[in-house]
């Protein structure tokens, strides 16, 4: 299906859906600086054959979704420790997400989100429970500092400009996956390259992911108020992911209660192609704990 654009909680959102809209919801949250494209097309499929209406779109400040009018922070100072004014909370983006589920009218959904994806999914499922039917968390953590922290180096190559020009913004694209992606699959070069190229044209927003990560820092720690979630929770984590390391996911589940912890030994900060049969049974497993009817 073509993308479509939703007015939601104030701001434009760029969407698509896959599948049939009879079918159960699954609303997919992608990360920090990341686009609908980066649930690629292929998984979107896997997942609308097992029976869910497949939704992935972009955040604010990413993709062709509204750019915020507002200043970059100087996130340096929340990571030593120092307050500082986000223009927007992690709250905000859950809110989007609400929204656009709104404009299709949808009103409760089962939702996956990876990395910055899987804390707005988190949020999302502390602020309207009755609304998320189920939750995977997939590398992402609780905001607890110490159970999330990237290695400096890594934090080091994102927090630089992306290049203006194509081509060496593909080549950094291509160089930040082989840093933080997944060690123990074979890293496919030609698709990275393609999605590099995809994302370039899409619209790449160097401002917008400064501000996303903003949220991030701003929105603080969930622990306490994860334990109030009570919906049927997966929470997927690479072992050897630099970016989140697996303590967050292990924080996340040991957050949640009854939260099931799936650890991939290889995996990094990425979704390879080999752990996607392992992810979409994840995702069915968890919905059907919520609705044991609904999925096949």
């Known amino acids: ?17 896959i599948g049939d809209p009879s079918s159960p919801p699954l609303l997919l949250v992608m990360g920090l600086g990341m686009q609908l494209i980066h649930w690629d097309r292929e998984l979107c499929e896997q997942l609308a054959e097992r029976g869910f209406y497949v939704i992935r779109f972009d955040n ?39 929204g656009l589920l709104d404009h299709l009218g949808i009103d409760a959904a089962h939702v996956m989100g990876a990395s910055m994806g899987g804390m707005i999914a988190q949020t999302m499922a502390i602020r309207r429970p009755e609304r998320v039917l189920s939750l995977t968390s997939i590398m992402s953590t609780t905001g607890e500092r110490r159970a999330g922290r990237p290695k400096l180096r890594v934090w080091g190559v994102l927090m630089r ?11 950094r694209f291509v160089h930040i996956f082989r840093m933080i992606g997944s060690k123990g699959f074979p890293l496919d070069d030609d698709r990275i390259r393609e999605l590099a190229a995809a994302t370039y044209e899409r619209g790449h927003h160097t401002a917008g992911t400064g501000r996303q990560l903003a949220a991030i820092l701003a929105s603080g720690d969930r622990t306490s108020q994860l334990r109030s ?20 996911g292990r924080a996340t589940a040991r957050a949640i209660p009854d939260a099931r912890l799936i650890a991939i030994p290889g995996m990094g900060h990425d979704l390879p192609r080999e752990v996607w ?6 995702v069915v497993e968890t919905s059907r704990r919520a609705a044991p009817a609904g999925v096949a």
């Open 1 to 17: 299906m073509a993308e479509e654009t939703a007015r939601a909680n104030g701001i434009e959102i760029v969407y698509e859906t």
């Open 60 to 98: 604010r400040d990413s993709g062709r979704s509204t750019k915020i009018d507002a200043r970059v922070p100087d996130v340096r100072r929340a990571m030593i420790g120092l307050s500082f004014d986000a223009p927007y909370l992690l709250e905000d983006m859950a809110d989007d997400a609400f």
């Open 161 to 171: 400009r992306a290049p203006a020009d194509k081509q060496a913004y593909v080549e």
């Open 229 to 248: 979630v009570k919906v049927p929770t997966t929470v997927i984590h690479g072992r050897d992911d630099p970016l989140v390391p697996f303590r967050g």
């Open 277 to 282: 049969p392992q992810v979409v049974e994840a």
